[in-house]
């Protein structure tokens, strides 16, 4: 029989577990770029850094945003706060492209939000493929809420 004590460890354990899941998985988030192959930066972005950028968003940022960016991804039943939902129309007018890319490298908390949205350091040397995540992200909020 479990004692209250070993039932707590046992579920920080699982969180601590979970934790260090998402942020293996989310660790190398993206944008895609822009359809005129650059972007408002200044950051050219090449077909390869599309392909990548694409990749990225379906391996890792699809695990908790989901695969249509609706913040519905499989790991998202655990996050509390729910993952942002990319469709959402006023969050696509108030969040800067910016602020996006910043999101993507340096994580969540680097742009007041959310410690589970995990930084991708990764990508920091790669702009073009961050350029090209956060058109991706873009590109699902011009696809409207569905509702």
Not at 58 to 78: F, L, Y
Not at 103 to 127: Q, R, W, Y
Request: proline share 6%; glycine share 10%; aromatic share 4%.
């Amino acid at each position: 029989m479990r004692t209250p004590s070993s039932a707590r460890i046992t579920t920080a354990a699982v969180a601590a577990a979970f934790s260090l899941f998402l942020l293996i998985v989310c660790a190398g988030s993206q944008p895609s770029a822009s359809p005129a192959g650059g972007s408002s930066s200044g950051v050219a972005v090449t077909a390869a850094d599309r392909t990548e950028a694409l990749h990225i968003f379906k391996t890792r940022c699809a695990v908790c945003h989901g695969q249509e960016g609706r913040g519905n991804g499989p790991a998202s039943v655990a996050l509390n706060p729910k993952p942002q939902d990319y469709h959402n129309e006023a969050w696509q007018k108030a969040t800067s492209d910016a602020t996006i890319e910043k999101a993507i490298v340096e994580g969540g908390t680097a742009v007041g939000k959310s410690a589970a949205m995990a930084p991708n350091p990764d990508l920091k040397h790669k702009p073009g493929v961050v350029v090209a995540l956060k058109d991706i992200i873009r590109k699902l909020g011009q696809e409207g809420s569905g509702e």
